[in-house]
């Protein structure tokens, strides 16, 4: 079944504490991207990426890092979260963006992240 | 206002009513998308719509696309109990160079069908 797998689901943190979060899609998507939604604020972009070993900062990049050292694959860190990283993540995957622009986004089921 | 605004915030019908929902953006597309989520669950793409096509079907939605008044409507007819969610609007931007690819999402309309 095609998707793209966020892990973990649910994740309880304390302020400083750094943590991974795995995004994984079988696809064979070029483009993965990072998203977190907040109450009033709707979808915010953090990183995406346009293939293997090419990433760009999305409208919030601050405080979060990425990587894509294999196409299916794009992990979510936080080197040292804050409360103000609270928040539902998800990762996105689509088709080349170079040769389809904007094609269709399919997402995970999301990472609901609480730092205290 | 950000790109990709909807309209009405909220929306609150009978099943077997009509829903309407609203989005309006700002800045020269390439196409726009609307999008269902569930909630707390990840987006689920429902149709796209290129900026050079006006009206768009699928099944039980239709969209349209007014590109000189910068918005766009998703009607949802004979709605049921099970089209309760949110759903959001995403402008694909056309203009080039690092916003190459990249999607814009509104904050959605809450949509909830009484059955």
């Known amino acids: 079944e095609a998707q793209v797998t966020q892990n973990p689901r649910y994740l309880i943190t304390v302020t400083g504490k750094k943590l991974t979060v795995t995004c994984s899609q079988n696809?064979?998507?070029?483009?993965m991207s990072w998203y977190r939604q907040d109450p009033g604020l709707g979808l915010r972009q953090i990183y995406y990426?346009?293939?293997?070993?090419?990433?760009d900062k999305g409208d919030v990049p601050e405080g979060y890092k990425v990587s894509r050292k294999e196409k299916r694959n794009f992990p979510l860190i936080l080197e040292s979260p804050s409360p103000n990283q609270t928040s539902l993540y998800f990762c996105?995957?689509?088709?080349?963006?170079?040769?389809?622009?904007?094609?269709?986004?399919?997402f995970g089921n999301g990472t609901r992240l609480t730092v205290t | 206002s950000q790109q990709g605004e909807e309209d009405p915030q909220a929306l609150s019908i009978q099943e077997g009513e009509n829903a309407t929902m609203n989005c309006s953006y700002k800045?020269?597309?390439?196409?726009l998308q609307w999008y269902r989520q569930n909630s707390g669950r990840g987006l689920v793409h429902l149709i796209l719509?290129?900026?050079?096509?006006r009206e768009k079907h699928s099944g039980r939605l239709r969209v349209t696309l007014d590109t000189s008044k910068k918005s766009s409507s998703l009607l949802i007819t004979a709605s049921r109990a099970a089209d309760t969610a949110s759903y959001f609007c995403?402008?694909?931007?056309?203009?080039?160079?690092?916003?190459?690819?990249?999607?814009?999402f509104g904050q959605g309309t809450i949509l909830t069908v009484h059955p």
């Open positions: 996105a995957s689509s088709r080349g963006q170079w040769a389809k622009p904007n094609s269709p986004l399919h």
């Open positions: 696809m064979n998507h070029e483009y």
């Open positions: 990426s346009m293939n293997v070993e090419v990433t």
């Open positions: 800045t020269s597309i390439n196409n």
């Open positions: 719509i290129r900026s050079n096509e």
């Open positions: 995403a402008t694909g931007d056309n203009a080039g160079g690092t916003s190459y690819g990249k999607l814009t």
